[in-house]
């Protein structure tokens, strides 16, 4: 018997390793910890006192200190908008006091119920010494079983802030939008605080905020990721309006070059009529420059024309290999700002990609043209190698081709079309197909 109970005894000390491990990814998760490897362990030593120390009713010492005590590590050992670093205390220090709370009453009632030990006396060495054996084993378990629900708690925080981390670590929350999740957030923190204050027994009466208290501290960071989705949304839309106010403008311009050429055909008569030779040479040159435009506004998409010239430039300017080959004249069916969001999305999407890579692996090719019925248009670029699916990823992080994507399968759809993503080792394929009208 005293050998399981020295098993279980150090393997206390291992689930008290893996609780504060598991607690420090889980509050990683929410907000990146300092870069510096030294910061990163040695944040370990003051959340060994904070996420470990026990809570009890009528306790204001502990309670009062570890709001401070884990504001200052949160602040000091972690990095991002202050906004931000209050939001991390007020979600994690109700539930740091709430499962610490339950861990230590709730196993010490159920102990006591069942064992029907007496209160424990100890001697001058802090042993317990009216005890038997059984009830010391008994009380061992206990306290290995509280054990292992923190270390399943905390593990099972992990997984849920690693789920939501992409959204969580958005910077495209603004600062009013952190105040007033911050506020909502005090709520339950003043709850905790005022509870674990102002009671003094029937433990049994707590528990049920304590529940309550977790998971509004989860709900909280569900909020979060919401309010970082709708930023993002507002934004990206913000962006397709710019770019497609961009395009109509280059398509006003493009409109304006095309009346000066045919102004121009009225400036011929003129030059014609002069009776010199250097006059109709200039004349005729002329004419022709105005029959190739005449022949192409007529063969091409203008508008698609002026993004795929625009990302061209960009490309160029970038130090990236890009290559276009559109050929198709049944095009207009689609609608300008569908264009816009169809091709300069997949084409801001892999230039973007390219960036990443050294100026001699950069490459996007992009083909469009009808096959039988459909009219099949694919993007293809370099890419690094280990990235995650387009719509998975994100700019602050691994860009590919992230938030883009689904605006196109929105358009796509649109005209009953497909949208298929593919990713190679080093390279990325976006293929649409329309079916023609």
Request: glycine letters at 4%; a neutral charge.
């Given at each position: 018997?005293?050998?399981?109970?020295?098993?279980?005894?150090?393997?206390?000390?291992?689930?008290?390793?893996?609780?504060?491990?598991?607690?420090?990814?889980?509050?990683?998760?929410?907000?990146?910890?300092?870069?510096?490897?030294?910061?990163?362990?040695?944040?370990?030593?003051?959340?060994?006192?904070?996420?470990?120390?026990?809570?009890?009713?009528?306790?204001?010492?502990?309670?009062?200190?570890?709001?401070?005590?884990?504001?200052?590590?949160?602040?000091?050992?972690?990095?991002?908008?202050?906004?931000?670093?209050?939001?991390?205390?007020?979600?994690?220090?109700?539930?740091?006091?709430?499962?610490?709370?339950?861990?230590?009453?709730?196993?010490?009632?159920?102990?006591?119920?069942?064992?029907?030990?007496?209160?424990?006396?100890?001697?001058?060495?802090?042993?317990?010494?009216?005890?038997?054996?059984?009830?010391?084993?008994?009380?061992?378990?206990?306290?290995?079983?509280?054990?292992?629900?923190?270390?399943?708690?905390?593990?099972?925080?992990?997984?849920?802030?690693?789920?939501?981390?992409?959204?969580?670590?958005?910077?495209?929350?603004?600062?009013?939008?952190?105040?007033?999740?911050?506020?909502?957030?005090?709520?339950?923190?003043?709850?905790?605080?005022?509870?674990?204050?102002?009671?003094?027994?029937?433990?049994?009466?707590?528990?049920?905020?304590?529940?309550?208290?977790?998971?509004?501290?989860?709900?909280?960071?569900?909020?979060?990721?919401?309010?970082?989705?709708?930023?993002?949304?507002?934004?990206?839309?913000?962006?397709?309006?710019?770019?497609?106010?961009?395009?109509?403008?280059?398509?006003?311009?493009?409109?304006?070059?095309?009346?000066?050429?045919?102004?121009m055909k009225n400036h011929l008569l003129l030059?014609?009529?002069?009776?010199?030779?250097?006059?109709?040479?200039?004349?005729?040159?002329?004419?022709?420059?105005?029959?190739?435009?005449?022949?192409?506004?007529?063969?091409?998409?203008?508008?698609?024309?002026?993004?795929?010239?625009?990302?061209?430039?960009?490309?160029?300017?970038?130090?990236?290999?890009?290559?276009?080959?559109?050929?198709?004249?049944?095009?207009?069916?689609?609608?300008?700002?569908?264009?816009?969001?169809?091709?300069?999305?997949?084409?801001?999407?892999?230039?973007?990609?390219?960036?990443?890579?050294?100026?001699?692996?950069?490459?996007?090719?992009?083909?469009?043209?009808?096959?039988?019925?459909?009219?099949?248009?694919?993007?293809?670029?370099?890419?690094?190698p280990g990235g995650e699916e387009g719509e998975?990823?994100?700019?602050?992080?691994?860009?590919?081709?992230?938030?883009?994507?689904?605006?196109?399968?929105?358009?796509?759809?649109?005209?009953?079309?497909?949208?298929?993503?593919?990713?190679?080792?080093?390279?990325?394929?976006?293929?649409?197909?329309?079916?023609?009208?």
């Amino acid at each position: 018997m005293e050998e399981l109970i020295a098993f279980l005894d150090n393997f206390n000390y291992v689930q008290g390793a893996a609780h504060i491990l598991l607690a420090y990814l889980a509050i990683a998760a929410f907000i990146p910890p300092r870069r510096s490897w030294i910061l990163r362990l040695l944040v370990l030593l003051p959340l060994l006192s904070i996420v470990r120390i026990p809570v009890y009713l009528d306790d204001p010492w502990n309670i009062t200190l570890l709001l401070p005590a884990f504001g200052l590590c949160v602040f000091i050992f972690f990095t991002g908008k202050w906004e931000k670093k209050l939001a991390a205390v007020l979600i994690f220090y109700p539930m740091i006091v709430a499962v610490n709370f339950l861990q230590y009453s709730v196993f010490s009632d159920l102990f006591f119920a069942m064992s029907h030990a007496p209160s424990s006396v100890r001697d001058q060495t802090g042993r317990i010494i009216n005890w038997s054996r059984e009830v010391l084993l008994m009380s061992t378990v206990f306290y290995f079983l509280s054990n292992t629900v923190q270390v399943l708690f905390w593990a099972g925080v992990w997984l849920f802030m690693r789920r939501n981390r992409k959204q969580i670590a958005s910077e495209e929350i603004g600062r009013k939008t952190w105040l007033i999740a911050d506020v909502m957030m005090l709520v339950s923190t003043i709850a905790i605080f005022t509870t674990m204050l102002f009671i003094t027994q029937a433990n049994y009466i707590v528990y049920p905020l304590c529940v309550a208290v977790i998971l509004v501290s989860l709900v909280s960071v569900l909020l979060v990721a919401y309010m970082s989705r709708s930023e993002q949304t507002a934004r990206e839309a913000q962006r397709l309006a710019l770019q497609f106010a961009y395009y109509e403008e280059k398509l006003k311009a493009e409109e304006k070059v095309r009346r000066l050429y045919h102004d121009m055909k009225n400036h011929l008569l003129l030059l014609e009529r002069q009776d010199t030779r250097e006059a109709r040479q200039m004349a005729s040159d002329l004419r022709q420059q105005i029959a190739d435009y005449e022949d192409y506004i007529r063969t091409g998409n203008d508008f698609l024309d002026i993004i795929i010239r625009d990302k061209a430039r960009q490309a160029k300017e970038n130090q990236v290999d890009f290559s276009a080959t559109v050929h198709f004249e049944q095009g207009g069916f689609l609608e300008l700002k569908d264009i816009s969001t169809i091709f300069g999305n997949a084409l801001d999407n892999a230039l973007e990609a390219s960036l990443k890579l050294p100026p001699q692996q950069r490459l996007v090719t992009v083909k469009a043209e009808c096959v039988r019925d459909m009219l099949s248009v694919v993007v293809e670029n370099n890419c690094l190698p280990g990235g995650e699916e387009g719509e998975k990823t994100s700019k602050e992080d691994k860009f590919l081709h992230g938030f883009g994507i689904r605006n196109i399968r929105q358009a796509v759809e649109k005209y009953a079309g497909q949208c298929l993503v593919r990713r190679g080792k080093d390279c990325f394929q976006l293929k649409i197909l329309l079916p023609l009208p």
